[in-house]
């Protein structure tokens, strides 16, 4: 069997669909093989006519490599990204010399290449390690998502990126996108990890909060499709809305006009009132956004998912859309009751509208309070609740720049600050959560078939849109009635089918269990409280402690052996401290004694009997809860 051969059938082993890639791929054509002065082979890649680039030394490619790992600092890193692979003697230096590292990914642009380094080099070691993961992407938005696929992983221990320059430098500006793609995806993920640890157990209660308003209201699907080839203009609440709000009144009625919660308020003072409201946040400040103006809300359609706050949904006096979400608890909720239509609501209500008027089949889907930044240095536009100022400060010893936020006590709060282009060319300021809100969106608009215009007048540029002023979007795409209120009065009046008596019996099961694993953690912490005084009185493991351990494991076993759904609503609500328990697997286990290596395993399991016991009762107080609620309902079944 050739190099090449080997190579490729150790990369099917690994990645069938990379494997099957990169055989269709045409090998570098631009490249010239150079044998090093101790005999193992290096590329020089031609660019543009010119003399081309060297990826690796002439005289020692792998003595480099030792050069090029030395200049970072890897001891405590778990997690290792790598931009670019060459010929890969970097990648193989990392694998032999840095067996910490639990997660290497190789991040390579040109397929071309990787296949010319698969026909010169044995990569067998690389192919076969598990902890390899490959990215052979050229577009940094795919980049990105892939990074993002592993974002809970990166976060529970330290991250770290290693560039090979040479191999960076073929792309010129292309690699800063790539750079800016990954960190991007990290800063994403890291937003999205705080909001699940922080506020993960809300969710769910939330969800159970809300069962009467799913049974009793129709599905976000049957809007699916009703706009096809429409205009549909979702309104967000960045401060420049205030130029160009007033206009909206225009549209009525020849566009479907999608508004955030937080933007009603300042179209209904305008006069104007918004075809559909979506809210989708989980807080109490969700409800505060319609604080003065649910009375308004009567002539008006709700979109809210599930985890809304429960008192937007039962206080809004309109009709109610409600839109499915993939979580567990809603997942197990689509087996007793039809499904109502699944809609990616990403990490903001505005991504929930743009999923919204993607699935009602808009075209195009304009933009227009989407700033994602804070022009004039204002976070909302005027009588949106909370409207704050924002200033850009400076620290008078270092130089450095943050963003400073005005809240609601008088106080000035700083924060990190990002600057990004606005849709001039000039810098804008905006924070780490509104920069995770752009990528995302950004994403979504890349994934659209659909053309996507920007008519916010201001704020952040956004990568796939159109930019117009919103008196262009109405003059040219907004001129024919289409119907807007008979759709939604048609769509609003579906009901979907609920198994009501069997979902019913199913939570006084649910609960029953639920009981039963609180008892078997509270075992568990007795059993592991004993474990952990034994193990730290002695230097080597007793009698007693591996008595102890036995328990702890048939302990265990009666927790972890249970129905998958119920497992993943625990796991739901234990999201701190299984993201504890991953920060406890990734220290660096092989720098530690004997000793501290089993009292780090005993704190990791003390984390899970915590976890579960505190998950457990509370879960099985909302689903009683729930129960009471649904106490009164009967069983609906409108297609029998």
């Known amino acids: 069997m050739d190099l090449y051969a080997k190579n490729l059938a150790a990369l099917k082993d690994k990645d069938p669909l990379l494997a099957k890639k990169i055989e269709e791929v045409e090998p570098l054509s631009s490249v010239k093989v150079i044998q090093s002065k101790v005999g193992l082979p290096t590329l020089r890649v031609g660019n543009n006519g010119d003399e081309g680039i060297l990826l690796h030394s002439t005289y020692d490619p792998f003595k480099e490599a030792k050069n090029l790992i030395s200049g970072y600092n890897l001891e405590k890193t778990?997690?290792?990204?790598?931009?670019?692979?060459?010929?890969?003697?970097?990648?193989?230096?990392?694998?032999?010399?840095?067996?910490w590292i639990k997660l290497l990914i190789i991040v390579e642009p040109n397929s071309s290449l990787f296949k010319t380094s698969l026909k010169l080099v044995d990569l067998s070691s690389?192919?076969?390690?598990?902890?390899?993961?490959?990215?052979?992407?050229?577009?940094?938005?795919?980049?990105?998502r892939q990074i993002k696929l592993l974002g809970d992983i990166l976060l529970t221990g330290k991250t770290s990126i290693l560039v090979h320059s040479p191999?960076?430098?073929?792309?010129?500006?292309?690699?800063?996108?790539?750079?800016?793609?990954?960190?991007?995806?990290?800063?994403?993920?890291?937003?999205?990890?705080?909001?699940?640890?922080?506020?993960?157990?809300?969710?769910?209660?939330?969800?159970?909060t809300n069962l009467p308003q799913m049974i009793?209201?129709?599905?976000?699907?049957?809007?699916?499709?009703?706009?096809?080839?429409?205009?549909?203009?979702?309104?967000?609440?960045?401060?420049?809305?205030?130029?160009?709000?007033?206009?909206?009144?225009?549209?009525?009625?020849?566009?479907?006009?999608?508004?955030?919660?937080?933007?009603?308020?300042?179209?209904?003072?305008?006069?104007?009132?918004?075809?559909?409201?979506?809210?989708?946040?989980?807080?109490?400040g969700t409800r505060n956004l319609f604080e003065g103006i649910m009375d308004k809300t009567e002539n008006l359609f709700l979109a809210a998912d599930p985890e809304v706050y429960p008192r937007v949904l039962?206080?809004?006096?309109?009709?109610?859309?409600?839109?499915?979400?993939?979580?567990?608890?809603?997942?197990?909720?689509?087996?007793?009751?039809?499904?109502?239509?699944?809609?990616?609501?990403?990490?903001?209500?505005?991504?929930?509208?743009?999923?919204?008027?993607?699935?009602?089949?808009?075209?195009?889907?304009i933009l227009t309070g989407q700033d994602l930044s804070y022009p004039g240095c204002f976070s909302h536009s005027q009588e949106a609740a909370p409207r704050r100022r924002m200033l850009v400060g400076i620290d008078e010893k270092t130089g450095k720049r943050y963003l400073l936020t005005h809240k609601g006590d008088g106080k000035w709060v700083a924060q990190k600050l990002i600057m990004v282009k606005d849709i001039y060319g000039n810098d804008v300021p905006t924070d780490e959560a509104m920069y995770s809100y752009l990528i995302y969106l950004e994403d979504m608009i890349s994934s659209s078939k659909v053309k996507c215009i920007d008519a916010t007048e201001g704020g952040a540029r956004i990568r796939g849109t159109e930019i117009m002023t919103l008196r262009e979007v109405i003059d040219r795409y907004c001129t024919e009635p289409i119907g807007v209120r008979e759709i939604l009065e048609e769509a609003a009046a579906k009901r979907e089918e609920v198994k009501l008596s069997e979902l019913k019996a199913e939570i006084?099961?649910?609960?029953?269990?639920?009981?039963?694993?609180?008892?078997?953690?509270?075992?568990?912490?007795?059993i592991i409280k004993k474990l952990y005084q034994e193990v730290k009185q002695r230097n080597s493991l007793s009698q007693e402690a591996k008595r102890l351990m036995k328990m702890s494991n048939d302990t265990k076993e009666k927790i972890v052996k249970i129905n998958p759904y119920i497992r993943a609503f625990l796991e739901q609500e234990m999201h701190s401290h299984?993201?504890?328990?991953k920060r406890k697997e990734n220290f660096r286990i092989d720098q530690l004694t004997s000793k501290k290596k089993l009292i780090n395993q005993v704190e990791k399991v003390a984390i899970f009997y915590d976890g579960v016991r505190k998950a457990s009762e509370k879960l099985s107080e909302d689903f009683q809860e729930a129960l009471e609620k649904l106490s009164s309902l009967i069983d609906i079944d409108l297609r029998s």
């Open 78 to 99: 778990q997690f290792l990204i790598v931009l670019g692979f060459g010929l890969g003697y970097h990648v193989r230096e990392i694998l032999k010399t840095c067996p």
């Open 126 to 144: 690389v192919f076969d390690s598990q902890k390899v993961r490959l990215i052979l992407e050229e577009e940094p938005l795919k980049i990105q």
């Open 167 to 208: 191999s960076l430098s073929l792309y010129k500006e292309k690699a800063l996108q790539i750079k800016r793609a990954i960190t991007d995806a990290i800063t994403w993920s890291r937003i999205n990890l705080t909001t699940n640890i922080v506020k993960g157990n809300v969710f769910q209660k939330n969800i159970l």
């Open 216 to 284: 009793n209201n129709p599905g976000i699907k049957n809007l699916f499709g009703k706009f096809k080839d429409r205009p549909v203009i979702c309104v967000a609440a960045g401060p420049s809305l205030d130029k160009n709000v007033h206009l909206l009144k225009e549209a009525k009625g020849r566009a479907l006009i999608i508004c955030v919660d937080a933007a009603l308020r300042t179209m209904l003072h305008r006069g104007i009132e918004p075809d559909i409201v979506v809210s989708i946040d989980y807080g109490e």
């Open 314 to 365: 039962s206080d809004f006096r309109g009709r109610k859309f409600i839109i499915n979400i993939r979580k567990p608890l809603t997942l197990w909720l689509d087996i007793f009751m039809e499904d109502k239509g699944f809609l990616d609501k990403g990490a903001s209500v505005a991504h929930a509208a743009f999923s919204l008027a993607r699935a009602v089949g808009g075209n195009p889907i």
């Open 508 to 526: 006084k099961k649910i609960i029953l269990k639920l009981k039963e694993i609180n008892f078997w953690a509270g075992e568990g912490q007795r």
């Open 578 to 581: 299984l993201y504890l328990m």
